[in-house]
C-alpha cells in the first residue's frame, strides 16, 4: 500500500495593497475593482496553507521535517511580506497586480524552488476567511 | 506553466427543514431519521463555499469577478433559502428529500447554469460544523 | 488570595423556531420581524456557553466537576431543545416569543435551578456565529 | 427579576495603517513600533463585535432591533473605514495614531451617539485573531 | 449525471505521546525530534475529520446513515484513542512511532475495514490548528 | 472620559498531563478524574488570552507594548510549558493537580509578578474549544 501523505502547515501575514493594471485608465482600474482600487491602499491578515504531498519515511514516520518547513515559508514569505505594502515594497508585484489569485502563485513559485521535486506542493491564501484561493502548478 | 487556480467564495443561510421520504410510511421515516424526521421542523445556520477553477486573466489577474460570483450566490441561493422552510417554501425539495447531500446537489446545479462553462464548479454545504457535504458534478 | 474561577462549558443544539408576537397583527409582526416571521418558520445551530464562577475546591483543583454539568446541560437545553420547533415542541415559548433574549432566559433560569447557590451562572447564546446574547440573572 | 441582557452583533472591515506619532522623530518611531512604523503602510482584517446592553422588553422579546444596530454599524464604521488607509482617508486619525486602542475608542464614540441612552456600549476590535482590544466607556 | 457526494463527519480526541525512533540513539531522536521526543511525554487535542466518497441513494438521500459512521469512529477512534498515551496505551504505537502521518495511518486503515467496499475514504487529522495531515489510502 | 481599555494577546502550548490528588486512594482519583486520571497521561493542546486592563498613553495610544507582552508570556508560559509533562517537568505542579483551574492560576501568578502594579490582569485557558476557566485575582 502506497503511504503518500498530505501534510499542512498554516501561516499568516499581514499587508496593504490596492489592485490596478497599470495599462488601464484609472476610470477602467476604478470600475473593475471597485473599493479595491483606493490609491491609498487597504490591507488584510493574509492565511497561508502550504501542502506538501509525497511519501513518508518509514523509519522517522515523517514526510518532511516540519522546522525545516517553516524555515522556507518564514524566509520566502513572511520575511518577503509580513507588515508590507504589496505594491511598493515586494519587487514581484512591482509590474504584477496583487490579487489573491498572483499572491498565491508567487508564493507557490517561491516554496517550489526550496523543495526536492519529490515533493508536491499546493498553496492556499485566505485574504479573508470568505475569499480564499488555491494554486497547485497544475 | 499552467495557472489554473481556485477561487472560494463563502456564504451563509439559515431555514427550517425535516428529513422524510413521502413513499415510506412514518414509522419507516421515523426509524430511519430518527430526530431529524421532527414533523414541527428542525434547523440549521448552513454555510456554503463555492469554488470556482480555471485558468487566470493574466491583464486582471482575476479568475473570476469575486462581487458577479457574489450576485450568483446571492440571487440563486440566499434569496431563494434564507430564513426559509426548505420543504415547504422552496419548490426544488417538495418531492426531494432535503438532506445535506441532495441540497447541495441543488446549489450546485443553480449555480451551474449561471457560469461560464470554462469554469469548473465544487461546491461544499456545512450543515453543522460537524457534518458536511461536498458536490462537484463528476 | 481569592481563588475565585470562571469555568466555562459549551453544548450545541439546532432547532427550528419564528419570531412571532401573538397580540399582534400579521402585518404588524412582519414589520417588524421581516424575514425571522415566516410562518412556515427557519432555524439555527444554537452554540451555548455555559459558564459557572465560584472557589475552586482546594484538594481537588475543580469549581465543579464538568461531567456533572453536562448532565445538567443535556437534560435541561439538549433533550428539550435539540432538532425540536422551539414554537410548537418546547412549553416556555408556547406564550414567550422565541428571541435569543428570550430563550437565553429560559435556559438560564433551568440550569439556575440545577446549580447550588454557591455558584453564580451566566449563558452565552450564539443564534448565529455573527448574532449572540448572554445573561447573568443581575 | 432583571431582565438585563447583553446582545452582540459582529461585522467586519479591512483597512490600511501605519502606526506613527508625528511629533517624534522617524527613528524614534521606528525603535517604538517596529515593523508597524513602515511608511509604505501594510494592514488588517478588522473584526468587529458590538455588545449593546439593556432591558429586554417583554412584548417583542427584543433588546435593541439588530436590524436598526446593523445599520448604525454599516453607517459609522464600514462605510467609513472599509477598504480604506486608516492614515490617510478617515479624519479621525489624521492626528491620531491608529492603534488598535485608538480605533476601538473612535469606534466606540461613533457608535454611542447613535445609541439611546438606555443602552450600556461595549466594543472589542480583533486586528488579528491573536491581539484585539475592547473599550466601554467606563 | 453523477451523483457521486463527499460526505464530511468530524470527531476529537486528545492523548499524549512522544516522537522516537527505538532503533536510534537517544542524542539522534532528540536532535531529529527536538522538544517532541520529550521523554515524559507531551500532547494534544486532535481533531478528526472523516470524508466518504460515494453515489448518493436516491430514495433516502443519504450517502451513508451518518449515525452509522459515528459508531465506527467512536469504537475505532474514540475508545481507542482518547484519553489515552499512544505510545503507551494504544497497540498500533507500540513499534510505530506516532507521527501525524502514522496516526492519520493508523485511522485510516481502522476506518477502512468497516466502511463497505463501494465507498471511498480519506482522512484529515489535525494535530494543532496549524499542522494537519491527510491520508486518502491511494 | 475614561480612556481605560483592555488589550488581549494569545498564546498557546501543547502539554500532557494527568489529573490525581496524591492524597486519595488510586480508587477515589479514578471514581473522581475518569479517564483523566489515566497514569500514563493524556494531553491537549492548550490556548491562553491574556488581558491586560489600565489606562491608554495618550502619545502613543498604546496601553501595553505587545511585544514585550509577548515576551512575559513567553518566558513565563511558552518556555515553561510548552511540549511539558505538566506533572512531571513542571514544579508549580509537583504537588499541585493541574486542572485547568490551577494551571489558569499558575500562570495569572507568572505574568502578574512581570507586570506592573497599574494594569490589572485576566487570564482564560482553553483545555479545548469546549472546556475553559478564566481568572483575574479577584
Same mark, same amino acid.
Given at each position: 500500500?502506497?503511504?503518500? @501523505?498530505?501534510?499542512?502547515? =498554516?501561516? !499568516?501575514?499581514? *499587508?496593504? !495593497?490596492?489592485?490596478?493594471?497599470?495599462?488601464? =485608465?484609472? $476610470? &477602467?482600474?476604478?470600475?473593475?475593482?471597485?473599493?479595491?482600487?483606493?490609491?491609498?491602499? !487597504?490591507? #488584510?491578515?493574509? /492565511? +497561508? &496553507?502550504?501542502?506538501?504531498?509525497?511519501? @513518508?519515511? %518509514?523509519?522517522?514516520?515523517?514526510?518532511? /521535517?516540519?522546522?525545516?518547513?517553516?524555515?522556507?515559508?518564514?524566509?520566502?514569505?513572511? %520575511?518577503?511580506?509580513? #507588515?508590507?505594502?504589496?505594491?511598493?515594497?515586494?519587487? %514581484?508585484?512591482?509590474?504584477?497586480?496583487? =490579487? *489573491? $489569485?498572483?499572491?498565491?502563485?508567487?508564493?507557490?513559485?517561491? +516554496?517550489?524552488?526550496?523543495?526536492?521535486?519529490?515533493? $508536491?506542493?499546493? @498553496?492556499?491564501?485566505?485574504? =479573508?476567511?470568505?475569499?480564499?484561493? $488555491?494554486?497547485?502548478?497544475?
Amino acid at each position: 500500500m502506497s503511504r503518500k @501523505v498530505s501534510v499542512y502547515r =498554516t501561516a !499568516h501575514f499581514n *499587508a496593504a !495593497h490596492r489592485l490596478n493594471v497599470p495599462q488601464w =485608465t484609472d $476610470e &477602467q482600474n476604478k470600475a473593475f475593482f471597485g473599493l479595491c482600487n483606493n490609491s491609498n491602499y !487597504h490591507g #488584510h491578515n493574509y /492565511d +497561508l &496553507q502550504v501542502c506538501v504531498v509525497g511519501e @513518508v519515511d %518509514e523509519v522517522s514516520g515523517y514526510l518532511i /521535517d516540519m522546522k525545516q518547513l517553516k524555515v522556507y515559508i518564514d524566509e520566502e514569505v513572511i %520575511e518577503a511580506f509580513d #507588515h508590507k505594502n504589496l505594491n511598493l515594497d515586494v519587487p %514581484e508585484f512591482s509590474e504584477l497586480n496583487p =490579487t *489573491a $489569485e498572483n499572491i498565491v502563485w508567487v508564493i507557490w513559485k517561491k +516554496l517550489r524552488n526550496r523543495l526536492e521535486d519529490r515533493f $508536491e506542493l499546493s @498553496v492556499r491564501l485566505y485574504e =479573508t476567511p470568505r475569499n480564499f484561493v $488555491e494554486f497547485n502548478g497544475k
